[in-house]
């Protein structure tokens, strides 16, 4: 009608249709455009105002919203849709307690219980009180027992409430009269999983997947058992099963070589993880598991380049960084280990050894200076004698021995008995020491 700019009538109800069709759609702009072209077909109706209210809501426009509540409130009070939108008003503007207040009137009127205790019960939980909102979701699932958004919020609220007898209670006597429920048994498995409880959890899988069984993220849940229990060949039969169901597989080829990998089978756990990269060839985990095992097996150079690899992918993780500074270092290349070690400096200026290994290979690149700078931000951080002895070397090799001296008495005063270490490691030291000694024997 639009696009051939014509004009048809429609009455109210199919109008309400048309709207609520693009709301649910999320299409707020048509659900706007078909309640403009109600209101001027139908100025009067209260139906087609509640729902430009709603629009409102949608978009957000909470002043001209209220405008329209105080311009409703005296004719709509009885009407549920209106008492919704009333109470999600209060609701997205952060105050639950009116909103539960509006909803609760609502529900005299014997209209839409299931939907209007759920959000009471979704606003009991922004209230931070599961007790009260486990009431809720309970009475929703009493309205609609199909309704797997109260069963599944309602397991939540018994986890925050500590009660799990009651939880697993409960969900056995909603199985007894909805055994065909995949959402219970799903739950069920979680339970037990949770618990640790891995046989019960599997009971709960097979249920679930004997009546849906193309569920492939219960396939996943039920190898995590078997996973669990050190069963990595009936977690294997299990993941290649969810394999004939997946069109994305690399992350199951990926879970296949870690239990290779735990049965110490390394060639076929490659052979996995090496799918997994053809499957997404951006899928740093597996590029990282092949870094471990190419180290295992003796392959540095492998180790290293897959390492390289899954650190560009995943910069911001420190385990990785770790790894591949560790890597660099082992393979001689210090120079580029320092960008990695510069990353975990100052993403972890609290962990001592941060610190230390950033500095003792700038000073195997012979970085004196750098390294000062270094250690002087180190020691704002660790007050720790090791510092002051990498400090004392660096000084010496910068010809600075005045500082140097300093430096080392104050290495000294903290911790004497690692000087034998030190000396070993900083030859500069060793001469140095015997004269700090001998001016604090002089002092004294």
């Not at 609609?144 to 697993?168: G, V, W």
């Not at 540095?300 to 911001?316: C, I, Q, S, V, Y």
Request: proline share 2%.
């Amino acid at each position: 009608m639009m696009e051939n700019n014509d004009e048809f009538y429609f009455d109210t109800e199919e109008l309400d249709d048309i709207i609520v069709y693009y709301l649910e759609l999320g299409d707020f702009n048509y659900a706007d455009m078909a309640v403009t072209y109600g209101l001027k077909i139908h100025p009067n109706s209260l139906d087609i105002k509640i729902k430009k209210l709603e629009v409102l809501l949608e978009w957000e426009d909470y002043n001209t919203a209220k405008e329209m509540i105080d311009e409703l409130k005296g004719s709509s009070m009885e009407n549920t849709d209106f008492l919704v939108c009333y109470a999600k008003y209060y609701s997205n503007l952060g105050n639950p307690r009116k909103a539960i207040d509006i909803c609760k009137k609502a529900l005299e009127l014997n209209e839409e219980e299931n939907f209007l205790n759920n959000f009471i019960a979704d606003e009991y939980v922004n209230l931070g009180d599961p007790f009260n909102a486990l009431k809720h979701y309970q009475q929703a699932l009493k309205e609609d027992p199909t309704d797997e958004y109260s069963l599944e919020n309602a397991m939540i609220c018994f986890s925050d409430l500590n009660k799990s007898e009651e939880a697993i209670a409960f969900l056995n006597d909603y199985l007894d009269n909805f055994a065909y429920s995949e959402v219970a048994w799903s739950e069920y498995g979680q339970f037990y999983f949770n618990r640790k409880n891995y046989e019960e959890a599997i009971k709960g899988f097979d249920y679930m997947l004997a009546i849906n069984s193309s569920a492939v993220g219960v396939y996943a849940s039920k190898a995590a058992c078997y996973e669990a229990l050190n069963q990595h060949k009936k977690a294997i039969e299990v993941y290649e099963e969810m394999l004939e169901l997946e069109y994305t597989k690399a992350f199951t080829f990926y879970k296949i070589g870690l239990c290779y990998k735990a049965l110490k089978q390394p060639t076929i756990a490659l052979n996995y993880f090496q799918k997994s990269l053809r499957e997404d060839p951006q899928f740093y985990l597996a590029m990282m598991e092949q870094s471990y095992l190419y180290e295992e097996m003796g392959g540095m150079p492998e180790a290293l380049h897959f390492a390289r690899e899954a650190t560009l992918l995943n910069d911001g993780n420190l385990e990785y960084q770790k790894r591949l500074a560790f890597l660099f270092i082992d393979s001689g290349k210090f120079e580029e280990s320092l960008s990695c070690l510069k990353k975990l400096v100052d993403a972890e200026p609290s962990r001592f050894y941060n610190w230390y290994a950033y500095t003792e290979v700038l000073m195997l690149v012979g970085e004196y200076d750098e390294a000062v700078s270094v250690l002087i931000s180190a020691l704002e951080y660790h007050d720790r004698a090791e510092l002051y002895y990498q400090l004392s070397n660096c000084y010496f090799n910068l010809k600075n021995n005045t500082k140097g001296a300093e430096t080392l008495v104050k290495a000294l005063e903290l911790d004497p008995s690692m000087i034998t270490d030190m000396q070993k490691k900083y030859p500069y030291i060793k001469d140095e020491v015997k004269k700090v000694k001998a001016k604090v024997k002089k002092k004294n």
